[in-house]
T-cell receptor, first 112, second 115 residues
Framework: GDSVTQMEGPVTLSEEAFLTINCTYT??????LFWYVQYPGEGLQLLLK?????DKGSNKGFEATYRKETTSFHLEKGSVQVSDSAVYFC???????????FGKGTTLSVSS | GAGVSQSPRYKVAKRGQDVALRCDPI?????LFWYQQALGQGPEFLTY????????KSGLPSDRFFAERPEGSVSTLKIQRTQQEDSAVYLC?????????????FGPGTRLTVT
């Protein structure tokens, strides 16, 4: 079945460091891919998405490129801030097209 | 405007009790989803409504779980005879259109603890 695998955290970085959070998926076909973020004390919110191969999603300085050859959708940011500290979830649309399938989440902690 | 709201935010139930969790989606949103999130895990799909129709309930873990959305807006997730393994955060999400590829807006969740 469809599934998402994320790198385990926590990821601890200093402010202005480069961030990569790895995400790979297993799916039939080419589903839409997402990154959701959960800030402390808040609900899940969409960070970025890509709907087809080679698409690049971007938002708030974060980027992710849909790579069908490697079935990956890694999240990157060139210079993280303390305010980026949160839990990040990679997700895809299931084969039935009725729900999101999430990875386990990666906790990012950025210190000044 | 108002986002997705859920109530109660916290619920403690004794094993064997029935509970009802409420979700108020964003007004006008066609799709509504329920997810279960265990501690340290990602959300797992439970069920999906398009308006009042429950189009997918394949994620409901047992027949003790039941969801409804009778008028196509507010939804209730009911768990009968709660068990300890039901302890989790239950998330509700809504989407303007009829497919999850559209942005889903999540509520704050209801944390259920079964003792």
């Amino acid at each position: 079945g469809d599934s998402v695998t994320q790198m385990e955290g926590p990821v601890t970085l200093s402010e202005e460091a480069f961030l990569t959070i790895n995400c790979t998926y297993t799916a039939t076909g080419y589903p839409s891919l997402f990154w959701y973020v959960q800030y402390p004390g808040e609900g899940l919110q969409l960070l970025l998405k890509a709907t087809k191969a080679d698409d690049k999603g971007s938002n708030k300085g974060f980027e992710a490129t849909y790579r069908k050859e490697t079935t990956s959708f890694h999240l990157e940011k060139g210079s993280v801030q303390v305010s980026d500290s949160a839990v990040y979830f990679c997700a895809l649309v299931n084969q039935a097209g009725t729900a999101l399938i999430f990875g386990k989440g990666t906790t990012l902690s950025v210190s000044s | 405007g108002a986002g997705v709201s859920q109530s109660p935010r916290y619920k403690v139930a004794k094993r064997g009790q029935d509970v009802a969790l409420r979700c108020d989606p964003i007004s006008g949103h066609v799709s509504l989803f329920w997810y279960q999130q265990a501690l340290g895990q990602g959300p797992e799909f439970l069920t999906y409504f398009q308006n009042e129709a429950q189009l997918d309930k394949s994620g409901l873990p047992s027949d003790r779980f039941f969801a409804e959305r009778p008028e196509g807006s507010v939804s209730t997730l009911k768990i009968q005879r709660t068990q300890q393994e039901d302890s989790a955060v239950y998330l509700c999400a809504s989407s303007l259109r009829g497919a999850p590829s559209y942005e889903q807006y999540f509520g704050p969740g209801t944390r259920l603890t079964v003792t």
